[in-house]
């Protein structure tokens, strides 16, 4: 395994503040060491645990000199993030990249000072009956109100996120647009994964090729329609737009849960798909992405 010194660098971008850290914006591992000769750039990736999907994902590879190179990252996730080790692979030669620490800040504005926090208090006992009612009777009445009182503090749940934290997104937290940003991400795939290349694809690319049009997909929602669409499930997002976004819900409400399923079938089935499929399905996200931009 190769041994890499790095260090973090923030480019500075128009209409950002410098050395800040926000979700989806681009930064820089400058590292330093011997590279292989061989290394396989177009099939670098991050040996990461499925928990640290979003914290780092690897956008672009190149090199200053022969024992330098700038390794392009973002972050879906904020927080204060730190890899003892992380490690970089080909598929062949892992290279060590040493230590790794970075913060992201949320691109959400933080609650100002004196502002009230919404409490949700607990329920009370409930007494006993005064009544000779059967135990039965009284085990079906919890239970109704049991589920009551989950529907209700789920319901509550959603409002206060999106109120405490989705109503105070920033409006911009790149100096690109969602639709911008997206088309970016998308060239970019196409210029390392073979799937665009036509022809014989990397049997590993298919799967890659879904997996990250579809984090495209939720990244564009979480900036265009200030939701968290990353953590949400699809029902979820459906749900916020029919609620907040009646007019775009309505035009393209259904050709974006046909999508969905689209994606879902391709990543439970993804030793089925092909070059072809994964091709139509990406059409089919760019054509639709294009069309709910157009719509205010």
Same mark, same amino acid.
């Given at each position: 395994m190769a041994a890499i010194q790095c260090k973090t660098e923030i480019p500075s971008v128009e209409g /950002? @503040?410098? @050395?800040?850290l926000t979700v989806g914006r681009e930064f820089l591992l400058v590292c330093d060491g011997e590279f292989p000769k061989d290394l396989a750039q177009e099939k670098l990736h991050f040996n990461l645990k499925p928990e640290e999907k979003y914290q780092i994902h690897l956008l672009g590879f190149e090199f200053r000199t022969t024992t330098q190179a700038d390794v392009k990252v973002t972050a879906y996730k904020a927080g204060n993030f730190q890899y003892q080790d992380l490690q970089l692979s080909d598929g062949t030669t892992t290279l060590s /990249? %040493?230590?790794i620490q970075y913060q992201v800040e949320s691109v959400l504005e933080k609650p100002e000072p004196g502002q009230p926090q919404v409490k949700q208090e607990p329920f009370g006992p409930i007494g006993p009956a005064s009544l000779p009612v059967p135990m039965l009777y009284w085990a079906l009445l919890a239970g109704v109100i049991g589920l009551v009182i989950l529907m209700l503090a789920g319901k509550v749940y959603r409002v206060v996120q999106r109120r405490n934290?989705?109503?105070k997104l920033k409006e911009h937290d790149s100096a690109m647009s969602p639709l911008a940003q997206f088309h970016q991400n998308l060239r970019r795939l196409q210029r390392t994964n073979t799937v665009?290349? %036509?022809g014989k694809a990397d049997p590993n690319h298919i799967p890659e090729a879904i997996t990250l049009t579809y984090d495209m997909l939720k990244l564009f929602l979480t900036r265009r329609y200030q939701m968290p669409a990353m953590e949400w499930s699809d029902r979820l997002i459906l749900k916020d737009l029919k609620k907040y976004?009646?007019?775009v819900y309505v035009e393209y409400g259904p050709d974006l849960k046909n999508l969905f399923k689209e994606y879902n079938r391709a990543i439970q089935d993804k030793e089925k798909l092909n070059e072809q499929d994964v091709l139509n399905i990406?059409?089919?996200c760019r054509l639709?992405?294009?069309k709910m931009e157009r719509l205010p």
């Open positions: /950002l @503040n410098d @050395n800040q /990249l %040493g230590p934290m989705l109503a665009f290349f %036509g976004h009646r007019a990406t059409t089919h639709l992405v294009e």
